[in-house]
């Protein structure tokens, strides 16, 4: 990896918009901390490691921790190449704006449009977590029945999520300012909690770290023997370590973002894995009972492991940390979906691009793709209020659609080294801030392996992932490829027959006030690159 420096001053106060035809209309006073704090926020250690690790403990038993450093090194690779791509171009919807410049626009609208979608989704997942929560915090937050019920139980998560969603969109609303304020006092109260977890199981310690060997005879049984039982567990570390690219998302809104976004990039990840991985592991080392069936219960999982094993008195503030987690998990996913909306419709390429595409001129943030992220996560909550397998079933096709999502950057990157279009050097001709250097191939090569290997593992059509109890249907078994074939195959049909005859940087967004001859939609300039012309990719 090769640090290096360079850019003119042009290129530097635009910071790369002006090559994609845009100027800038951000808020541009997000800091090095802040940059990392979405990162980490999105990963969030205190929602996802909470939120299933019952689900991975359950099916493979304590050696399911494995699944962990396996998804990191995975995730490692990936998260350098986005740190590279990040350092190049630092723009909003960093995944679809990136492919605009390493395929053709059918792939680059492919990439957003999943990762669009995914995101809404994850949201509406993510929100779910309070569940898990609240109620241990204060039983009157279970506002139907005593929470055994499993339909009451999916309900309540509904009401207490939705409630989530609306306080998100109003933080995202009124400015970015305000978002990576409350993003990173949450994410500082997060880490500390961590840290302060870690602290109190290690002094519980009562066996040793070969606890990660057993399997406890859970998963013997599993039609693909133990191996398929691990590799449905591993959906619970899986879940856990994306999101990083939230940073890079984040560009036109951070200060030197061609230096902060890659270091906010992979620092989110390496903290998320030691934070993580050490909870996991001391915990397994001290929890009292590795036998007690609320390990692999939804209703106690991690949070019982914890209290069980530090003790009640700690029982609240913990608790609370984990409420704060959460809200900033859900608020970070907010805020990376509502810049891939923005960004899609700043090139007019999601309908009614114009009204999502608009700047509030007082918070000088997209208002309109705020309200209309958290309408849709709403609704996703709403049509599954009776369905007590939400929980999974959302979690499974979130992860999934986002690996796809990260998949149609890597491999057309991996295409663009192998034809010797990448590294891309900058305008004046220099280095990237960062790049990769000669680890670039192998690094990309392995990024894109571990992601077709692990979007395959968490597509799978599991009857124990996305219908576990009955009633047993078949599609609910083959729900997540079939909702990707409609959603995703029917978004690109949509964008071919339509929307790209439509296509261009909106004329309130653009550089250049021109309108290039030829585009059929009025107040649009359409800026061209050769390398986003339709081709083999």
Same mark, same amino acid.
């Given at each position: ?16 918009? &002006? ?57 490692? $690779?990936? =998260? ?34 999943? $990762?669009? %979608? ?5 949201? =509406? ?37 939705? @409630? +989530? ?10 400015? %970015?300012? !305000? ?12 880490? /500390?909690?961590? +840290? ?15 606890? +990660? ?11 693909? #023997? ?47 894995? @030691? ?56 608020? =970070? ?13 700043? &090139? ?24 209309? +992220? ?27 659609? /986002?690996?796809?999502?990260? !998949?149609? %950057? ?93 296509? #261009?940087?909106?004329? &309130?967004? =653009? ?23 339709? #081709?083999?990719?």
């Amino acid at each position: 990896m090769e640090p290096t420096g360079g850019g003119t001053a042009a290129a530097e106060d635009s910071h790369g918009l &002006d090559e994609y035809g845009y100027k800038p209309g951000l808020e541009r006073s997000i800091g090095s901390f802040a940059s990392f704090a979405a990162g980490v926020s999105y990963i969030s250690i205190l929602t996802g490691t909470f939120q299933l690790f019952y689900f991975g403990y359950g099916t493979a038993g304590p050696s399911y921790l494995w699944s962990w450093p396996a998804v990191f090194v995975g995730q490692l $690779m990936v =998260a350098l190449c986005f740190a590279e791509l990040s350092s190049r171009y630092s723009v909003a919807g960093s995944l679809y704006n990136w492919t605009k410049r390493l395929a053709s626009p059918t792939v680059a609208w492919a990439a957003g449009w999943t $990762m669009l %979608v995914a995101s809404v989704v994850t949201l =509406a997942a993510v929100v779910l977590a309070v569940q898990l929560t609240l109620p241990q915090l204060w039983p009157g937050f279970q506002f139907f029945g005593d929470g055994t019920n499993a339909t009451d139980y999916a309900l309540n998560a509904v009401v207490l999520g939705t @409630v +989530v969603v609306v306080f998100t969109t109003l933080v995202n609303a009124f400015g %970015v300012k !305000l978002m990576s304020r409350i993003n990173s006092t949450g994410v500082f109260v997060e880490l /500390i909690a961590a +840290v302060v977890i870690i602290v109190l199981l290690a002094v519980h310690i009562t066996r040793g770290p070969e606890v +990660v060997l057993e399997n406890r005879g859970v998963g013997v049984d599993h039609s693909g #023997g133990y191996l398929g039982a691990f590799l449905v567990a591993a959906l619970a570390s899986g879940y856990v370590m994306y999101g990083f690219d939230t940073a890079s998302s984040l560009g036109e809104e951070t200060k030197d973002p061609r230096r902060t976004a890659p270091r906010a990039v992979l620092r989110a990840v390496v903290a998320s894995f @030691v934070l993580g991985g050490l909870i996991l592991l001391f915990g397994l080392m001290a929890v009292p009972n590795l036998d007690d069936p609320e390990l692999a219960s939804s209703g106690g999982g991690l949070q019982h492991l914890v209290l069980s094993t530090v003790g009640s008195g700690f029982g609240k503030p913990f608790l609370v940390c984990v409420v704060v987690a959460v809200l900033v998990c859900s608020l =970070a996913v907010h805020t990376a979906t509502i810049r891939m909306m923005f960004a899609m419709a700043r &090139d007019n390429n999601l309908p009614a691009g114009a009204k999502l595409a608009r700047i509030s001129p007082k918070h000088r943030t997209p208002v309109v793709p705020a309200v209309v +992220v958290g309408v849709l996560a709403v609704v996703i909550l709403v049509v599954n209020v009776g369905q007590p397998q939400i929980f999974l079933v959302l979690t499974s096709l979130a992860v999934g659609m /986002i690996y796809l999502a990260y !998949l149609l %950057v890597t491999i057309p990157l991996l295409v663009a080294r192998l034809r010797g279009r990448w590294p891309a050097p900058m305008p004046d001709g220099s280095k990237a801030p960062f790049t990769l250097g000669r680890w670039g191939l192998p690094v990309n090569v392995v990024a894109v392996l571990w992601g077709v290997g692990m979007m395959v593992n968490l597509l799978w059509p599991r009857a124990e992932v996305y219908n576990p109890a009955a009633p047993f249907h078949w599609y609910l078994k083959w729900g997540a490829l079939l909702f990707i074939a409609v959603v995703v195959g029917g978004g690109i049909v949509y964008y071919r027959l339509r929307l790209r005859h439509h296509s #261009g940087v909106l004329a &309130d967004h =653009a550089s250049t006030p021109t309108v290039t001859t030829g585009s059929s939609s009025p107040g649009l300039s359409t800026i061209v690159d050769p390398q986003e012309k339709e #081709g083999p990719l």
